[in-house]
């Protein structure tokens, strides 16, 4: 029954037909809408809540399908309770494919995060879904051309739907969906990944399968692509490659992914080959549906009957939130869970709970990540201090153990795109499971690299992209790039340094190499001495990191000498059980060079002005609560 009717559907002549894709992406186990971290419900994330809005958008059309684009498995405690605590036995349904398998999803495609459990526990967790599961680039071995490819899943999948007319004639039509990822899967999980998996340039798949899904039948072909939408121009095997994907020939409709961002929307404003009055990128309808379940993806296409055959007239695309901000920055819910998702997950949510609730330890100072970003922070240092622990005990009395031993980590929550609730805050008193993945949200594994002094500047640079460009003597300017992942941004312990954002960045904010002759790390010291450049160091850092870096690393200096499958918050549990009451204090590590007459403005949670009489050795005023819910703070250089 039609509530509403959408105007393409009410537009639609006898030979046309209105079809509505509708879209959610990077879910990251987020079914119930619970912050797991902080333990209390939230209205701005959740499958159950954007189910209410699948169930209105459904309702407005004849003719719907439903798609997920990837990252469903991995990102929140339900899903590392999951992959970790509890795993998968035979005949086990996760209760993200549960929920899915509930909302009657038509096909769903796997992003990067997916590989993060390893192979076994991906293929068991999917095993059990009611919808077709995809992947074009996701290859057992690499073929002469992307169609000789061997693959771990089907690159795509037809749909056999039935769709009514203008005149409410059903008509069967064909709707190929293409599977894409992030070719970087390969070095984001070498450790898991090697020798199993290959990855192909998802532009250069995409171009080769589309005429392929044609010759099999397709009326319309939608590219289902876990990838952002980064620069205009083609590279091959770049991760951001929806705009290159959007100019294919032969593509209806692209939906988007991976970067957690929505389109469209003003975040994307100002670029030439955007329409966001209409939601297209050079043309072609296209959708991101943000991230957690906060947005529903709709892209509603006008289809007309031609020789036996569907092509697009037209097309509207949007994205609609669960959530909105009120005057005073907090959410405002807009619609409530869905209770047959919920009951779907309901048995994985509250064991779940049980895990994290359980006690671990005791802390006698508050743990926030407020200040991560621009000073000394005890919330990840404790990381640094629990990560070189465990390596020292690895490498003892190897060839690598005498070696002077550092540990880089980085702040996880310090607010982004998710929003002025995404930081850190444990008060004094008793920590919890939860607490531990508060601080570390990923399931990252232990790693450990031999380097140089020289590989440690270049690393620092690339952390040192963080910060706008600014200049000496000028008041209240904007202090961190937006377009900078927090994640990226290392701290190293055992060393001491400065960062001079008055100098142009090394690297760009996604690590490449900008300009060689610049740099903003001063004064950096080892044991209170300038650094050796050609010295060698034991570095404690993740599987991530590791991978990364050393792809990074051209000169080949960079090698991992141990690794491990424990977590570092296996890790972090064991430095916390023993060294608990905790009684941290920020370590003199890191700071900015000092620039007098120079002042700087930065976004961080409203509730950091309580622990501003705590700050050590910077200056930081309260400027304002602002209404998009964070609070603006000023830095004194």
């Known amino acids: ?50 189910a209410a809005l699948i169930a209105s958008a459904r309702a407005e059309v004849a003719n719907s399908i439903l798609l997920d684009n990837g990252d469903l498995l991995h990102g929140s405690a339900l899903g590392d309770y999951m992959a970790y605590d509890r795993g998968l036995r035979d005949g086990d349904l996760h209760p993200v494919i549960a929920a899915m398998n509930a909302l009657r999803f038509d096909a ?100 080769a399968l589309i005429p392929e899904i044609r010759e099999a039948g397709a009326d319309i072909v939608v590219v289902l692509a876990h990838t952002g939408i980064g620069a205009v121009a083609y590279r091959e095997g770049m991760e951001n490659a929806a705009q290159p994907l959007a100019r294919l020939p032969g593509v209806d409709a692209l939906i988007t992914g991976h970067t957690h961002m929505v389109f469209p929307s003003p975040q994307f404003s100002g670029v030439d080959t955007f329409d966001l009055q ?118 003892a009395g190897t060839e690598h ?50 380097l140089t002094g020289a590989d440690v500047v270049e690393w620092l640079e690339r952390s040192a992209s963080a910060f706008c460009q600014v200049t000496l003597g000028v008041q209240d300017q904007v202090l961190l790039n937006d377009g900078f992942p927090s994640y990226n941004f290392d701290v190293i ?9 008055t100098k142009p960045a090394r690297y760009s ?36 990191r590791a991978s990364t870096q050393g792809a990074l690393n051209t000169a080949g200096t960079i090698r991992e000498v141990f690794s491990a499958t424990s977590t570092i918050r296996n890790i972090l549990l064991n430095e916390v059980s023993q060294a608990s009451p905790l009684a941290l204090k920020p370590v003199a590590n890191w700071r900015f060079v000092a620039m007098p007459d120079t002042s700087f403005v930065f976004e961080t949670s409203p509730l950091a002005a309580a622990f501003l009489p705590e700050l050590q050795g910077v200056r930081v005023d309260h400027v304002m609560n602002c209404p998009n819910g964070f609070g603006r703070y000023r830095l004194w250089g």
């Open 1 to 50: 029954m039609l509530t509403a009717p959408h105007l393409f559907s009410a537009g639609a002549t006898g030979t046309q037909a209105h079809l509505r894709i509708l879209q959610t992406t990077d879910l990251h186990a987020h079914v119930y809408p619970f912050d797991y971290y902080q333990d209390h419900e939230v209205d701005t994330a959740g499958l159950a809540r954007t």
């Open 108 to 207: 769903a495609n796997v992003g990067n995060h997916e590989f993060n459990f390893g192979l076994p526990f991906l293929m068991a967790a999917l095993g059990r879904a009611a919808f077709p599961v995809i992947s074009a680039n996701a290859l057992t071995q690499v073929g002469a051309d992307a169609r000789r490819d061997a693959r771990l899943l089907p690159p795509y999948v037809i749909l056999d739907r039935m769709i009514r007319d203008g005149r409410g004639v059903r008509h069967p039509i064909r709707i190929g969906v293409l599977g894409l990822l992030p070719p970087q899967i390969v070095t984001w999980d070498e450790g898991l990944l090697r020798g199993r998996i290959q990855s192909r340039c998802m532009v250069q798949t995409a171009a």
């Open 278 to 395: 209409r939601g297209r990128i050079s043309g072609t309808p296209a959708v991101m549906a943000g991230f957690w379940g906060s947005h529903l993806g709709l892209i509603d296409l006008v289809l007309d009957r031609d020789g036996g055959r569907w092509r697009v007239l037209d097309s509207q695309s949007m994205a609609r939130p669960i959530a909105v901000q009120g005057r005073d920055g907090d959410a405002i819910g807009l619609v409530r869970s869905v209770p047959a998702v919920t009951r779907a997950a309901r048995g994985g949510h509250e064991a779940t709970l049980d895990y994290m609730r359980s006690a671990v330890g005791e802390t006698q100072v508050p743990l926030h990540s407020y200040f991560a970003v621009i000073k000394d922070c005890p919330s990840v240092q404790i990381i640094c201090q629990a990560q070189a622990r465990f390596v020292a005990q690895q490498l």
């Open 401 to 450: 153990g005498a070696l002077p031993l550092l540990s880089a980590a980085a702040p996880f929550k310090v607010g982004g795109w998710a929003g002025p609730q995404n930081y850190t805050h444990i008060p004094v008193g008793p920590l919890y499971q939860r607490n531990l993945a508060d601080l570390y949200c990923f399931p990252n594994t232990i790693s450990a690299l031999r």
């Open 493 to 501: 312990a055992g060393l001491t340094y400065e960062i001079d954002p």
């Open 509 to 544: 904010v996604t690590g490449q190499l900008v300009d060689a002759r610049q740099g903003r790390i001063r004064n950096l010291c080892h044991a209170g001495q300038p650094i050796d450049v050609t010295a060698e160091f034991i570095l404690a850092t993740n599987n991530y």
